[in-house]
């Protein structure tokens, strides 16, 4: 049956090809309109705003991809010594510098520049440290101070490399290395901690490009005047990176540089006094506290900290007894010793606890009242009937020890700090120790105890609790010499950029005000006669000396005798006592300070005093050539002796 109905003619005449042929154009028709069309008018709608609604921020885009800032670093301004000697400054090396982002493969092509121009894993290890803080693009040194032959040989490698290239750069450079490492510290590379305070300090961008930042000394304090400002170069680059054109640049302000106040060739004269010998020696102007020199010994080359100290040679610094690294003229803390006394003197004065004709006798030795409680003169058998000339003069112990029974270690500490012990002395380096200067509330809150009357015994002769630095104490003799006015120790002379901008004192300390100038010299005459009287302590070291000289010896304690006596062959060196020495000349007209300390070297005036003798005659042989006979015929200039101290102070 449905055989007869579907045949295959009548198939034929049911199918119809043109219908069905205007139905897929029909269909193609639509699925163009609805695909083709609205992807059209996409595409030219993403060309119109490409091309003319955003074309300038993405013209601006597209530049940023071909036009980069390149910063140029400002060239560090360099350091001079008081007569224009170079102290630090910028040698010229080559080196192979690496962007990164460019490099396609790039522990590849640091295995391949082991070989190529000796790369080292100490090189890999600064160069991925400074990959991390730098911007993306940024050229970085990857091989320092390459040598000849390895510039030839990467030349003829070059366009296997076409991400690297040898360029000029500077490095700093100190020549005279560990004399003057202490005072000018060192550059070194920018690590995390120096990123993190320049960020917060709002001073990043201006390092830009910059790989070395001051770590310590003069370089670290001044780093804002040595730094100079950031420049930049725009350029054109291709897609590799390589500057095709340089558009336009602005030129880095190079740092300013700086004079000091030290005397190179002085610096290095007191260095060959030291030797072997530890210690430190500060020598100053008077009038200004301007620093003339001031060395450390033992120190260390400061040029090794410049490319990177290598991890061995660090802890070698750091495993050495002798303690190179930190400096003993601002940071060095020992007891003062009987240098103390001529300030002590002042105080007592001014206090009226002491008068300029009081006499109290000395058997040798002084008793706490009350007590049974023995503190023994240095001098076994005493002084006998001592006034304060005599007590300088002879550096009697016991007067002292009255003199603090009586003032006390509150009043006594006041005074000292006027003086500026215990406290910082504001010279322009950020590595000083402020001492201590103890007090009640120093020892309640250090050591959790009252303070008792027999601790103020030793500090009435400069030991016990008290400790200060050798610049404390040169300091100290300044502001005598100047009858209480307090200048800062100092070592800028001046900024020589544009403009020469002298030095301005950083930090301003209040001068010591009523104290009656007769008071005053009294405690310069006692200092005077150390040298000069028959008696003085300091009278052999300056036998003969073309110039008039007033100092003061002191011998530090390293440790408490307890009553015992003292014999330095049955104690190891390191136990032995320290020299101290304070002077200045000459007299009349002071010129030179000069404070010493040499660890473990014995008495002050045996073995400290003799150097202070030495750097005078050094600093006022030529100044003072022409002025001998002057000094000879003012009688103010001749010799004090004994019993001369009434006579002198009428005048």
């Not at 007033?550 to 020299?579: I, P, R």
């Not at 009349?588 to 008495?603: D, T, W, Y």
């Not at 150097?611 to 000094?631: A, C, F, T």
Request: zero cysteines.
């Amino acid at each position: 049956m449905f055989g007869k109905l579907f045949k295959p003619k009548q198939m034929e005449k049911i199918r119809n090809g043109q219908a069905e042929l205007n139905l897929y154009i029909r269909r193609a028709v639509v699925a163009f309109l609805l695909i083709v069309v609205p992807f059209i008018g996409i595409l030219l709608g993403n060309i119109y705003n490409l091309q003319v609604a955003n074309y300038d921020a993405y013209q601006t885009r597209s530049n940023g991809n071909r036009i980069k800032l390149l910063p140029v670093p400002p060239t560090r301004g360099l350091i001079y010594d008081r007569n224009g000697k170079v102290l630090a400054e910028n040698l010229t090396y080559f080196g192979l510098f690496i962007v990164p982002e460019k490099v396609d493969n790039l522990d590849k092509t640091l295995e391949e520049l082991r070989l190529l121009v000796g790369l080292t894993d100490t090189d890999i290890e600064n160069f991925r440290k400074e990959k991390k803080r730098a911007s993306r693009y940024t050229s970085i040194l990857l091989k320092p101070d390459l040598n000849e032959d390895q510039i030839a040989r990467f030349s003829v490698n070059q366009h296997r490399f076409p991400s690297l290239g040898v360029s000029p750069y500077f490095k700093r450079n100190y020549p005279y290395g560990d004399v003057m490492t202490h005072i000018l510290g060192y550059v070194s590379k920018i690590n995390d901690r120096d990123k993190k305070r320049l960020e917060e300090e709002g001073k990043f961008g201006n390092y830009a490009g910059s790989h070395e930042i001051g770590k310590l000394g003069i370089e670290k304090y001044y780093e804002d005047q040595l730094h100079g400002i950031v420049g930049f170069e725009e350029v054109e680059i291709n897609n590799r990176g390589k500057v095709i054109r340089k558009l336009r640049d602005q030129p880095a302000v190079a740092g300013g540089s700086i004079r000091l106040t030290i005397d190179i060739e002085l610096q290095r004269y007191v260095a060959s006094l030291l030797g072997a010998q530890k210690g430190a020696v500060v020598v100053l102007d008077p009038k200004d506290s301007s620093i003339l020199a001031m060395v450390t010994n033992p120190s260390y080359d400061n040029n090794l900290f410049v490319d990177g100290i290598s991890g061995k040679d660090y802890k070698q610094l750091l495993d050495d007894p002798d303690r190179p690294l930190y400096s003993r003229a601002t940071q060095g803390t020992y007891p003062p010793a009987s240098t103390i006394k001529p300030f002590m003197a002042v105080a007592g004065l001014t206090e009226n606890k002491i008068s300029p004709s009081g006499t109290i006798f000395d058997p040798g030795y002084w008793i706490l009242p009350g007590t049974t409680q023995k503190f023994r003169d240095w001098k076994r058998s005493g002084h006998g009937h001592t006034d304060v000339n005599k007590a300088i003069t002879e550096s009697s112990d016991t007067f002292f020890y009255q003199l603090a029974y009586d003032m006390g270690i509150d009043r006594m500490s006041e005074w000292m700090k006027k003086f500026g012990f215990g406290m910082k002395t504001g010279i322009d380096l950020g590595e000083e120790s402020v001492g201590i200067m103890p007090s009640r509330e120093w020892k309640q809150k250090r050591y959790k105890k009252p303070w008792v009357q027999g601790d103020t015994i030793s500090v009435g002769i400069g030991q016990g609790y008290w400790i200060s630095t050798p610049l404390q104490l040169a300091k100290a003799t300044a502001v005598l010499i100047n009858n209480g006015k307090v200048n800062t120790p100092h070592l800028m002379k001046e900024v020589m950029a544009n403009e020469i901008t002298p030095y301005a004192d950083p930090l301003l300390y209040d001068d010591i005000q009523g104290v009656p100038s007769r008071y005053w010299q009294i405690a310069k005459l006692g200092m005077y006669n150390v040298i000069n009287s028959p008696s003085g302590t300091g009278r052999k070291a300056f036998a003969g000396a073309f110039y008039r000289v007033a100092g003061k010896s002191g011998t530090a304690q390293v440790f408490s005798l307890n009553g015992a006596n003292y014999k330095a062959g049955n104690l190891k060196k390191e136990l032995h006592d320290h020299a101290w020495f304070i002077g200045y000349a000459p007299y009349e007209n002071p010129k030179v300070v000069v404070s010493i300390i040499l660890e473990n070297a014995g008495g002050g005036s045996s073995a400290a005093a003799p150097v202070v003798r030495k750097i005078m005659d050094y600093v006022l042989r030529n100044p003072l050539e022409n002025q001998q006979e002057e000094l000879q015929k003012d009688p103010k200039n001749r010799p004090l002796v004994e019993g001369d101290v009434g006579e002198r102070l009428s005048e």
